[in-house]
């Protein structure tokens, strides 16, 4: 079966679809996140899209006050922060997403190491991309 | 990989260096900015500069099309100072475009095409309103993995800041000494954009209050303005509004001739003797966001070519978009051991009375952060400092006889870094 | 001012060449594109790349901000290929961003710093709707004192062709005649937007409509269609839509190394022995805009540096934008004198069996014209043209020793020149 | 007195007030348009803001109908385009402007040379910067 393009597009089909893919090299087994066409470790291009669990650890945060225009329409401000994070995921790879269920006005109280699992914004509403999000596991 | 001990074919000499005022300058369009720089730096030109003498311009800028709606700058730039029909090459590397286009100059001079060039870097950033420049300086991150998580520009350095904290048990302190330092040094850099020390700020605020018949607020030391959320709001957590550096218009030029040529311009110019630069993956990928491998790297290939080491540079200008960057430069560069940085802040170390001034200009973060005018204006202060010219920020207590300079892009994606020698 | 006489420190070749399809990719994101051409390109390495012996990337890209929102490319399209930590610099004049990211890579290799240097170019153009596209294509153009004119781009091209039209005496005829020349060498050119001659561009839109039930038009000719306003509708007078280029995606990478090491890489490598470069004032203030004065300037460089005329030059890769910028082009190089590139084009002098073939590839009329990628697309046809690759479009009666890519930036505010050469 | 900044919104504001300025070299002489602070042809910096007639001939022109933005707004489209011109002013230097007062739907009765004369678009209306135009002479 020919592989989807190695794409963001491709990428933003599946979360739409409630998962969390990477693209994995049939040559050295290496994970690469963001998915591409070339594998990062041995530069091969024989690479095939592979699911992830979806869940990892926070590696960083940030609870912005002074957010992207897209933040603010959705009603992010001063007064309402968001919280956007780097989590590691448990297969050894990267992804960055929205952190749901913690104190983003108290940022203190965030902790990096929390383990997380996956969540699928908007996954159900029509014309709109879905979004990747995470939410403090258990 | 390239090793850092290959040598350029030439030697390379800066000859002249200038500077707009850094600032908001509601009239003037990029192109009257660089025209500003352009004249500062002639005079700066000892023994005169004919411009028919220059063969070539680079000019740094990372999103005149963003920022201005205005795309191919480079040959406008030399049409305003009148350099055409010289090549005119713009370079983008987002915020360490400055410092690239400063690179190129070196690349162009040593292959032994042109003896004379001029290297230049602008951003007019003013024009647009706040929340379009939080767009555009995402711009410089991965819209469709980074911003696509809420992540600003801001944001990604708050996140590395967090990394940070947590890895050596840090609280907010650190960012705060170096917003100090630098805001003290930008006090006495009559060209910066906040050209006053946080301890001026909070009294002339008080004045106010007071003039104003408000409530005074009860700050005795910067610490106190610093921690106070009304006058230092949030950006993005742990970043504040006095860590972050400010949105900015201006430019800045620097004359680069062959070694050889030097004399004919001035008997006391700079050597470039070091050039390294790096390239990283986004952020979100690397697995350790407490350094930014790409400055390593760089730095690595300019300490080599230069023959020089960390400890033997007397002064850096390093990149201070962020406080918490300023932390980290002094870790990659090799001045303190990671996680020492901060302590080093704490301490006063990088203070102009420090073992290690950094940021003698009131960096970035004082003196403002055109984005690609940025790194060819830490040049404007070595040549300054190097010269003893510097005025009452002069550094009168040691012989600053090497210097250096990193400019880094976006998160790390790029950082460029070059050494300065006068004999 | 730079004599053209000045030579470079090393040799430089070119012993790589590739490119993506050009077209409109949906899906595609400009990391993506870039990543198609550098495969190809390291397919056409006959000795094969080890990828780990690159040593820098220089990528021409006119606007990602506008067109993608996505700033600081270059060390994107390093982590997309795998060249992370190499120093990876974006290089931009508007639509000669590729060619004078080729030339960065030649002063780098020529400064001794490199020997193998990655040159790419990129441009994702269709993700914005044509109004918005027309928009940042202005602003290559003065934002403050032409596109507030009312110009567009093919506007300003438009008046040069009415006072090329009026100097001359013309009328459209000979634009018409390059547009029916590229298109019928793009049909040969199976990674072009538009594969296909205009003879069977019509006779398919015939039997369209006549399956259709719809009144089939009454066109015999190319030129029936062409002056047809349904099939050929005005953009800005005197340019109609098959005078312009299209809006395209699309990628092309060029492997360049210090000539003494070309044969570790193949044994047919091109010799890069001309690089000419100049810049010119916007459109208005030029007294003359029948010729583009940064050409000139260019090529005058180039040939001398190379040593050689213009009637040496067996073919040419040329800037066609628009059509008229094609004659000019063909006047400019030398080729022919001012005036004469539109006798010369009506009599099929720059055809495919013609005396100086131009623009084999299709040009970016047919072939595309993803902006910061023409410049390094046009090195490709050259490619593959002087090593016998280039399939059905293969000149075969002439020995293509000697072969010129001339690429434009604005209308004129840039050029930039190179000659190749195999032995 | 002290000269306006030679900039884009000092040329501006002067159009507001019907008056096409251009900047003079007080060293040689010479005419910069647009306005610049370095002399175009001494590099001298002792520049000063001078009147133009405001006359002059049409160099080259288009009419445009795929137009900017800007133009679309204001009403113009492929059935209504509208002409831009490149104007050789009788002092010797060159503007872009818009051209009325011409059959912008047939450009082939336009002619390259015809005399021209400044118009001052929009001089009155609050709020909105002032457009510099010209049309034929007579
Ligand atoms: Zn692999
Ligand atoms: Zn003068």
């Known amino acids: 079966m020919a592989e989807a393009e190695f794409t963001a597009a491709a990428f933003n089909r599946f979360l739409k679809e409630g998962k969390l893919m990477a693209a994995r090299c049939r040559g050295c087994d290496s994970l690469a996140l963001p998915p591409r066409s070339l594998c990062p470790n041995c530069h091969g291009s024989d690479m095939e899209w592979t699911p992830l669990k979806g869940t990892g650890r926070l590696a960083a945060f940030s609870c912005i006050a002074v957010g992207s225009t897209r933040m603010v329409q959705e009603g992010y401000d001063r007064t309402n922060l968001y919280c956007s994070a780097v989590v590691d995921l448990d297969e050894g790879v990267r992804v960055s997403a929205q952190l749901l269920g913690v104190e983003a006005n108290r940022p203190e109280t965030i902790r990096v190491g929390t383990p997380l699992k996956a969540d699928y914004l908007d996954q159900d509403e029509e014309g709109k991309e879905a979004a990747l999000a995470f939410r403090p596991q258990g | ?423």
Chains 1, 4 share one sequence.
């Open chain 2, 1 to 423: 990989m390239l090793s850092g001990k290959r040598r350029l074919g030439r030697g390379i000499a800066v000859v002249g260096a200038g500077m707009s005022r850094f600032g908001a300058f509601k009239d003037k369009a990029s192109r009257d900015l660089f025209v500003d720089a352009f004249v500062d730096m002639q005079k700066s030109v000892d023994k005169g500069l004919d411009i028919t003498d220059i063969q070539s311009i680079f000019v740094g800028n990372f999103s005149s099309d963003l920022f201005e709606g205005q795309g191919h700058l480079a040959p406008m730039m030399a049409e305003w100072v009148g350099l055409n029909p010289c090549p005119a090459t713009r370079v983008e590397d987002a915020c360490a475009s400055g410092g690239v286009a400063l690179r190129q100059g070196v690349l162009a001079i040593a292959s032994g095409l042109y003896d004379v060039v001029l290297v230049g870097g602008v951003e007019k950033m003013t024009n647009l309103p706040t929340e379009r420049v939080t767009d555009a300086l995402a711009a410089a991150s991965d819209v469709l993995y980074e911003a696509s998580a809420g992540f600003t520009f801001p944001g990604l350095y708050a996140a590395m800041a967090t990394a940070y904290m947590d890895k050596y048990g840090l609280g907010t302190e650190p960012f705060m000494h170096v917003a100090i330092k630098n805001h003290k040094n930008g006090g006495l850099n009559p060209k910066a954009q906040f050209n006053t020390s946080l301890k001026d700020l909070l009294e002339a605020r008080k004045v106010r209050a007071r003039d104003r018949g408000q409530p005074v607020p009860e700050w005795k030391t910067e610490m106190d303005f610093l921690n106070d959320p009304a006058a230092n709001p949030l950006v993005a957590w742990p970043m504040r509004l006095f860590d972050c550096s400010p949105i900015t218009d201006g430019a800045a030029c620097l004359l680069l001739v062959a070694e050889e040529i030097a004399g004919n311009f001035t008997d006391r110019p700079l050597r470039l003797i070091g050039s390294g630069q790096g390239s990283d993956s986004s952020l979100l990928t690397r697995p350790d966001i407490t350094t930014i491998g790409s400055a390593r790297v760089a730095a690595r290939q300019a300490y080599e070519m230069a023959g020089v080491a960390s400890s033997d540079i007397k002064i850096a200008e390093v990149h201070d978009c962020f406080t918490i960057a300023e932390l980290i430069a002094t870790e990659d560069l090799g001045f303190f051991a990671p996680g020492e940085g901060a302590k080093a802040a704490l301490e006063g170390r990088t203070a102009r009375d420090g073992e290690r001034p950094i940021n003698t200009s009131g960096g970035l973060k004082s003196k403002g952060h055109p984005v690609g005018a940025s790194g060819v204006g830490q040049v404007v202060e070595i040549w300054h400092q190097m010269r003893g010219e510097a005025g009452d920020r002069q550094l009168r207590d040691r012989d600053i006889n090497l210097a250096l300079a990193h400019n880094v892009g976006g998160t790390g994606n790029t950082c460029v870094v070059h050494i300065f020698e006068r004999r």
